[in-house]
C-alpha cells in the first residue's frame, strides 16, 4: 500500500476531526438552554454562587475565549469537568468505556460472524426455503428498532420467564469475586449482547447475500464448475473471498456506529456503559459531559471509516488506484 493513499485517508480523517470538535463546541452552547439553571433547578442558590460556578466552568466568558479554553485543554487530554459530579469528565467517560466495549465488541464478533454465514448459503440455497426463512427473519430483525427488540427481549426472558437478570452488570447483593463474579456479569451481559446480535446480523446477512448472489454470476465462477471443481470447493476458494469485500469492511465501518448506537439498548438494559452516561448527562443537561462523549462517539466513527477505507484498499487494489 502506497504512502499517498495513507496520507490521504489520514488527511480526510484529520479534517473531518477538526470540523467535529468545532461543531462539538458550537451545538452545545446554541442549545436555548442555561446549563447552569439546569443543573440547579429545584435549589435555593445565591446569584453570587451562581456566578462563582459560571467562572469555574468559563461560561461568563466571551465564546472566542471558551473556544481557545477548550481546543488548549482538550490538547492536553482534559474534556472539562462535569456539571453534576464536578468531577473530570475521563474519569467518568473512562470508568464507563469498557462496559460498552465488551457489549459493543463482542455483540459485533457475533452478529457478523453468524450474519455471515447466513447470507453465504442463503445466495448458495437461492430460492429454497432455507434462502426464504433466512431473508425473512433478518429482514425483520433489522427492520426492528433495536429499544423495541430489546424490551420485548426483557419482558421474555428477564420479565416472564425470569431466565435472566433483569438489568445492571452484577446484582447489588452479589458478593461475587473472582470467576464468579465474571459469571455473574456474563449472565448480565447476555440480554443487551442477544439484543445489539439480533439487531445488527441481519444487515450483514443481506449485504452478504446479494453480494454472493452478483459474484455467482462471474465467468470465472463458471469457467472453476466446468474444470470439474466441487461445489462447495468453488464456494470456498473463489465465490466468498470476492463476496467478502463489501462486507468485511461494512464490519469494520459499523463498529463506530454500534458504539454509539448502543445508548438505547443500554438504557433499557441498566447497562453501565456509555449509553446509559449519554441518557443520564441528557437529563441532567451536563454540557461538558455530552460535549466529552459526543467527542468520544464521533471519534469511534471518523476512526472505524479510516480502518474500513484502508482495509478496503488493501483488499481491493483497484480503490487505490482510482483514489
Given at each position: 500500500?502506497?504512502?499517498?493513499?495513507?496520507?490521504?485517508?489520514?488527511?480526510?480523517a484529520?479534517?473531518?476531526?477538526?470540523?467535529?470538535?468545532?461543531f462539538?463546541?458550537?451545538?452545545?452552547?446554541?442549545?436555548?438552554?442555561?446549563?447552569?439553571?439546569?443543573?440547579?433547578?429545584?435549589?435555593?442558590?445565591s446569584?453570587?454562587?451562581?456566578?462563582?460556578?459560571?467562572?469555574?466552568?468559563?461560561?461568563?466568558?466571551?465564546?472566542?475565549?471558551?473556544?481557545v479554553?477548550y481546543?488548549?485543554?482538550?490538547?492536553?487530554?482534559?474534556?472539562?469537568?462535569?456539571?453534576?459530579?464536578?468531577?473530570?469528565?475521563?474519569?467518568r467517560?473512562?470508568e464507563?468505556?469498557?462496559?460498552t466495549?465488551?457489549?459493543?465488541?463482542?455483540?459485533?464478533l457475533?452478529?457478523?460472524?453468524?450474519?455471515?454465514?447466513?447470507?453465504?448459503?442463503?445466495?448458495?440455497?437461492?430460492?429454497?426455503?432455507?434462502?426464504?426463512?433466512?431473508?425473512?427473519?433478518?429482514?425483520?430483525?433489522?427492520?426492528?428498532?433495536?429499544f423495541?427488540l430489546?424490551?420485548?427481549?426483557f419482558?421474555a426472558?428477564?420479565?416472564g420467564?425470569?431466565?435472566?437478570p433483569?438489568?445492571?452488570?452484577?446484582?447489588?447483593?452479589?458478593?461475587?469475586?473472582?470467576?464468579?463474579?465474571?459469571?455473574?456479569?456474563?449472565?448480565?451481559?447476555?440480554?443487551?449482547?442477544?439484543?445489539?446480535?439480533?439487531?445488527?446480523?441481519?444487515?450483514?446477512?443481506?449485504?452478504?447475500?446479494?453480494?454472493?448472489?452478483?459474484?455467482?454470476g462471474?465467468?470465472?465462477?463458471?469457467?472453476?464448475?466446468?474444470?470439474?471443481?466441487?461445489d462447495?470447493?468453488?464456494?470456498?476458494?473463489?465465490?466468498?473471498?470476492?463476496?467478502?469485500?463489501p462486507?468485511?469492511?461494512?464490519?469494520?465501518?459499523?463498529?463506530?456506529?454500534?458504539?454509539?448506537?448502543?445508548?438505547?439498548?443500554?438504557?433499557v438494559?441498566?447497562?453501565?456503559?456509555?449509553?446509559?452516561?449519554?441518557?443520564?448527562?441528557?437529563?441532567?443537561?451536563?454540557?461538558?459531559?455530552?460535549?466529552?462523549?459526543?467527542?468520544v462517539?464521533?471519534?469511534?466513527?471518523?476512526?472505524?471509516?479510516?480502518?474500513a477505507?484502508?482495509?478496503?484498499?488493501v483488499?481491493d487494489?483497484?480503490v487505490?488506484?482510482a483514489?
Open positions: 500500500m502506497s504512502l499517498s493513499f495513507l496520507g490521504r485517508r489520514l488527511g480526510a484529520l479534517a473531518t476531526l477538526i470540523f467535529v470538535i468545532a462539538n463546541f458550537v451545538l452545545f452552547r446554541i442549545i436555548p438552554a442555561d446549563p447552569v439553571a439546569a443543573m440547579l433547578r429545584g435549589r435555593n442558590v446569584p453570587e454562587a451562581i456566578e462563582k460556578i459560571k467562572r469555574d466552568f468559563a461560561l461568563d466568558k466571551p465564546l472566542p475565549q471558551q473556544f479554553r481546543v488548549s485543554e482538550l490538547a492536553h487530554g482534559n474534556l472539562g469537568v462535569s456539571l453534576t459530579t464536578r468531577r473530570p469528565v475521563t474519569q467517560i473512562g464507563r468505556i469498557w462496559p466495549i465488551v457489549l459493543v465488541g463482542l455483540s459485533t457475533l452478529s457478523s460472524l453468524i450474519g455471515v454465514f447466513l447470507g453465504i448459503h442463503a445466495a448458495w440455497r437461492r430460492g429454497t426455503a432455507f434462502d426464504l426463512g433466512t431473508t425473512s427473519f433478518t429482514m425483520l430483525t433489522y427492520a426492528m428498532p433495536d423495541y430489546g424490551i420485548l427481549l419482558a426472558f428477564a420479565g420467564l425470569g431466565w435472566l433483569t438489568g445492571g452488570l452484577i446484582d447489588p447483593s452479589s458478593g461475587a469475586t473472582g470467576i464468579g463474579r465474571l459469571l455473574e456479569e456474563g449472565r448480565h451481559l447476555i440480554l443487551p449482547c442477544l439484543t445489539l446480535t439480533l439487531a445488527y446480523l441481519g444487515e450483514y446477512a443481506i449485504i452478504m447475500r446479494s453480494s454472493l448472489i452478483e459474484v455467482m462471474e465467468d470465472y465462477l463458471v469457467t472453476a464448475r466446468a474444470k470439474g471443481l466441487r462447495s470447493l468453488v464456494r470456498r476458494r473463489h465465490a466468498v473471498p470476492n463476496a467478502l469485500l462486507t468485511v469492511t461494512l464490519i469494520a465501518l459499523n463498529f463506530g456506529y454500534v458504539l454509539s448506537g448502543a445508548i438505547a439498548v443500554e438504557t438494559f441498566s447497562w453501565p456503559g456509555l449509553g446509559q452516561l449519554t441518557s443520564q448527562a441528557v437529563g441532567d443537561f451536563d454540557y461538558p459531559l455530552l460535549q466529552g462523549l459526543f467527542l462517539f464521533s471519534a469511534s466513527v471518523i476512526v472505524a471509516n479510516l480502518i477505507d484502508v482495509l478496503y484498499g483488499l487494489p483497484r487505490r488506484v483514489t
